[in-house]
């Protein structure tokens, strides 16, 4: 049982415009939600969190939407940049654990 | 400030062999956390510690055990090595507080087991 979606094994958009990655859970459980950014041969990197007591927060060129009714995250990278592509994990918390998506390959064009 | 560090990077087992996983940080963090990646699974929790000398099962414990003797270090061992957990294994930590979720990442480990 998956409590984290993320149905969009990959992305591709072009410089300069909004990236949009998308996630759904179902544990009502979770309070923090996060998205991790990874490159190859690398550990995953934190990269931008919410609580869930809000429906956006926002840091850059990133921001996290929180739709709590809908169970449903999504992350915005506007503009996009060639540094972004790599892999982007969604990930859930509750009880000092979390939970992973399987992650969205995100590729940045020229 | 090395942050989190994983030894080895690489191993291959026999099938049946024993090894251990060492994970330590340097960030004077109270959690640390075991993961593993499969292809198509995204990160799956194996085990996990929420300060010095405790230890907890995550979603995947099977075939696993762990030890944190030292706020340091993070041990993961695997007693009889199978095929199933050839994986990339990541180690984690955090600092203490409500939300321990911004975790800090060691570079993985990446075992086969033939």
């Known amino acids: 049982d998956q409590q984290v979606k993320q149905n969009s094994p990959s992305l591709s958009v072009q410089e300069g415009r909004i990236s949009i990655l998308n996630c759904d859970y179902t544990?009502?459980?979770?309070?923090?939600f996060l998205w991790y950014k990874k490159y190859p041969a690398e550990g995953p990197t934190f990269l931008i969190s919410i609580s869930s007591i809000k429906d956006k927060n926002e840091d850059g060129r990133f921001t996290v939407f929180l739709n709590k009714s809908a169970k449903h995250l999504s992350l915005h990278i506007v503009p996009s940049q060639p540094g972004d592509s790599a892999v982007y994990f969604c990930a859930a918390g509750t009880a000092s654990k979390l939970t992973f998506g399987t992650g969205t390959r995100l590729q940045v064009t020229l | 400030n090395a942050g989190v560090t994983q030894t080895p990077k690489f191993r291959v087992l026999k099938t049946g062999q024993s090894m251990t996983l060492l994970c330590a940080q340097d960030m004077n963090h109270e959690y640390m956390y075991w993961y593993r990646q499969d292809p198509g699974m995204g990160l799956r929790l194996i085990h996990y510690?929420?300060?010095?000398?405790?230890?907890a099962k995550g979603e995947v414990p099977d075939g696993y055990n762990v030890s944190r003797l030292k706020k340091q270090n993070f041990l993961l061992g695997l007693e009889s090595a199978a095929p199933s957990q050839t994986s990339v294994y990541f180690c984690?930590?955090?600092?203490?507080?409500?939300?321990?979720?911004?975790?800090?990442f060691g570079p993985g480990t990446r075992l086969t087991v033939t």
């Open positions: 510690s929420v300060g010095e000398g405790t230890t």
């Open positions: 544990n009502s459980m979770f309070d923090y």
């Open positions: 984690a930590s955090a600092p203490w507080g409500p939300n321990p979720y911004e975790q800090y």
